[in-house]
């Protein structure tokens, strides 16, 4: 059954999929920046629906982007018969994103739309847009500063759509991806000031391989040098604090790479490595 369309003021979610629909169908042809999460997905499946073969799906794969999910990506893609470019990035070769600060996102994002310019020139398409929602103005996130640089669309936040919005639509279109959890690059999850490598990286990705084999569905490891910090939505607490399963957790976190391990007893909160930073800079929302 098809979710219901939430309400956000006076305009429904189905009015601000039809804001989405015009201002896709008046630019032309469109690239999409697109990593198979519910937000970028339904984007480039809607232009997709409205575009057809004026537009493409791109998808950056790097040591930041597990392989859970450029797989995943990759099989929503077929199952619509989205076009789909995969470009390598390389991100992780530009000291000013390794040394991992504050702005890491942003020069993660220049990557990537740059690599897509080069990209939409030899294609010959319009413009490039990307996921970001309604939901997102109001949250850190230097890649936005990125994006307006490169000039890069934002349809979805244009149109109004908060990720409720966008979950329900996704619903209602029987996409599978509606309820998938955010999983944002693997870099988020190195505390800042260590700097990222393929081997840090690597540690995370199997310390949550981890704990998606033991069942859990929305956790993050967060990368504190030799200490995991595990944090798992607080509906799924009650299933790590036996003994057997916090073993569990401690072998598999280990066997990653890690040499202690400890449970956040706050549970998976998007951003929670954001609380170190300056005040001033998070004030700076979206910059």
Not at 50 to 65: E, N, T, Y
Request: one cysteine or more; aromatic letters at 6%; glycine letters at 8%.
């Amino acid at each position: 059954m098809a979710a219901a369309a939430p309400t956000h003021g006076n305009q429904s979610a189905a009015d601000k999929l039809r804001a989405l629909e015009d201002r896709l169908r008046a630019a032309g042809s469109l690239m999409v920046a697109y990593s198979g999460g519910v937000d970028s997905a339904f984007l480039a499946a809607t232009a997709h629906r409205l575009l057809g073969g004026r537009m493409i799906a791109v998808l950056a794969d790097s040591a930041s982007l597990a392989r859970r999910d450029l797989e995943q990506a990759k099989a929503f893609a077929a199952s619509i018969a989205m076009p789909l470019k995969v470009v390598l990035t390389e991100e992780l070769d530009r000291p000013e994103y390794a040394r991992n600060d504050g702005n890491r996102c942003f020069h993660c994002k220049d990557e990537l739309f740059t690599a897509m310019e080069r990209l939409r020139a030899e294609l010959g398409f319009e413009h490039i847009a990307y996921g970001m929602n309604a939901d997102d103005r109001g949250d850190y996130r230097p890649g936005q500063r990125a994006a307006q640089q490169h000039e890069v669309l934002a349809p979805l936040a244009e149109a109004g759509l908060t990720k409720a919005d966008v979950r329900a639509l996704a619903h209602a279109a029987g996409y599978p991806v509606w309820d998938r959890p955010a999983a944002p690059c693997l870099s988020s999850r190195v505390e800042y000031g260590r700097t990222v490598t393929r081997e840090v990286l690597e540690q995370v990705e199997n310390g949550e391989e981890c704990l998606r084999q033991l069942g859990f569905r929305e956790f993050r490891v967060r990368h504190h040098g030799e200490l995991a910090r595990v944090e798992i939505a607080r509906d799924e607490l009650p299933r790590a604090l036996s003994m057997e399963m916090l073993d569990a957790i401690t072998a598999g976190l280990r066997a990653a790479g890690f040499k202690f391990v400890t449970l956040d007893c706050a549970g998976f909160r998007s951003g929670s490595m954001n609380v170190v930073l300056p005040a001033e800079l998070l004030a700076r929302r979206g910059a």
